[in-house]
């Protein structure tokens, strides 16, 4: 007789979040992934994190540690539970498959053909869960000629044009994972939420490729703009943006910190003008070329005169667009973040209180909370099996 799996219901603390009664089973690691299922978790979703033994989620092993968890780790993947399955053995895929017969979503991000290798990728699935939604987070994606080829954020940025130099500024490494979190994460979960409320619609599942290196090219409407306009010289939206003009840079102070201003708007540049007694500038907006140069070097010699918070105290009530650029320990402080309340403290029973940032959305529907800390290896795994009445064999070769 046919084993029938049947999923328990969510708590009552849970049902009141937009995604209870979800269930996304997580095999991803590192960022792209794991933050994708972290925000769904904190819409409600039940993640389970299915890990390899031993070693499992490689961001457990990411420096700094709290006291014995990695800071990365216990960032994105609160909220989910982890269950460690050894995938090439025959009990584990079992356990597998019977979590796919309750599971809605599967998130993998293995290259291309890992888990057709392991006769668990989105036709094997389909065949014992016919509605299932599977996506696949993959550098490239799943075919063409770069498919096969490993990456990381820095080269699905260089390969989308992302890092393309003006003028003044040679590429850069950037400080964001733009590839991964633009291109994975956010795409991933966008994907994720469409097919969701499609199966509500059809009662059909989906295979969702994700590529990072297409999902960056896909954000970077206003670069493409530029393709054609070169030609014809008429790139200025791109080349405003991209530092080349003085009422679109960065400034250094006198103290070695730094202003950041973005007067695109000329109301905004009159203003900043009119509050450096620099009224002649104002039909100046926006500068190009040889007369750019000049009201920037200019104002980096004039930025330089004073320390970062006295320009700030003299531009105190002026709307134009001038912001300090501050550390992520400066941002932590500063009056909005503490508003919006998107630094969250909680209790981790191993890591005593831990800070992380909030779910970025505010919504009328629900609250945000922190209802289960991030999971220790294979935590959940007898209780995960034991929800699905499977006796535990040695599936984890712990």
């Known amino acids: 007789m046919e084993k029938v799996f049947i999923r328990k219901k969510p708590s009552l603390a849970m049902q009141d979040k937009p995604l209870s009664g979800i269930r996304v089973l997580d095999l991803t690691w590192l960022l792209p992934g794991p933050l994708c299922t972290l925000h769904l978790a904190d819409m409600g979703a039940d993640v389970i994190k299915v890990e390899a033994p031993l070693r499992g989620d490689y961001a457990r092993l990411s420096p700094p540690f709290q006291k014995n968890n990695s800071s990365l780790f216990l960032a994105i993947n609160r909220n989910k539970r982890s269950i460690t399955l050894d995938l090439k053995s025959e009990s584990g895929k079992e356990a597998f498959q019977a979590l796919c017969c309750t599971s809605d979503v599967i998130v993998e991000g293995f290259r291309p053909g890992t888990m057709k290798k392991l006769g668990l990728d989105y036709a ?26 490993a990456g990381h954020d820095l080269n699905f940025c260089a390969y989308s044009g992302l890092l393309q130099p003006n003028e003044d500024v040679k590429p850069a490494v950037l400080p964001f994972q733009v590839a991964d979190i633009v291109g994975g994460t956010q795409t991933a979960a966008m994907g994720i939420l469409a097919a969701i409320i499609q199966k509500l619609r059809t ?17 970077q409407a206003i670069n493409l703009t530029q393709v ?51 009224d002649e500038w104002i039909n100046q907006h926006p500068a190009s070329g040889k007369k750019a140069k000049e009201i920037t070097d200019e104002l980096k010699l004039l930025f330089l005169s004073k320390s970062q918070e006295e320009w700030l105290l003299q531009f105190e009530g002026i709307d134009c667009c001038l912001s300090p650029v501050l550390t992520m320990n400066g941002a932590l402080e500063i009056p909005q973040i503490k508003a919006r309340k998107m630094v969250c403290e909680h209790s981790h029973p191993i890591e005593g209180q831990v800070i992380q940032f909030s779910f970025p959305i505010k919504s009328s529907a629900f609250e945000f909370e922190v209802y289960r800390p991030a999971p220790q290896l294979g935590e959940h795994t007898a209780e995960i099996l034991n929800e699905l009445n ?9």
Not at 259 to 275: D, G, H, M, S, T
Not at 390 to 398: F, G, M, R, S
Request: charged share 20%; aromatic share 10%; hydrophobic share 35%.
């Open 390 to 398: 499977i006796e535990n064999p040695k599936l984890t070769n712990q």
């Open 203 to 219: 009662g059909e599942g989906q295979y969702l490729d994700v590529s990072m290196m297409d999902g960056v090219m896909s954000h």
């Open 228 to 278: 054609k306009s070169e030609q014809q010289n008429q790139a200025f939206v791109v080349d405003l943006l991209s530092g080349n003009h003085p009422c679109y840079a960065i400034y250094e102070t006198a103290d070695g910190k730094y202003l950041a201003l973005a007067a695109i708007e000329l109301k905004f540049w009159q203003r900043f003008c009119e509050c450096i007694n620099r």
């Open 124 to 149: 094997s699935v389909k065949a014992i869960k016919p509605d299932i939604i599977y996506c696949s987070i993959t550098g490239f994606g799943q075919d063409g000629p770069y498919a096969e080829m």
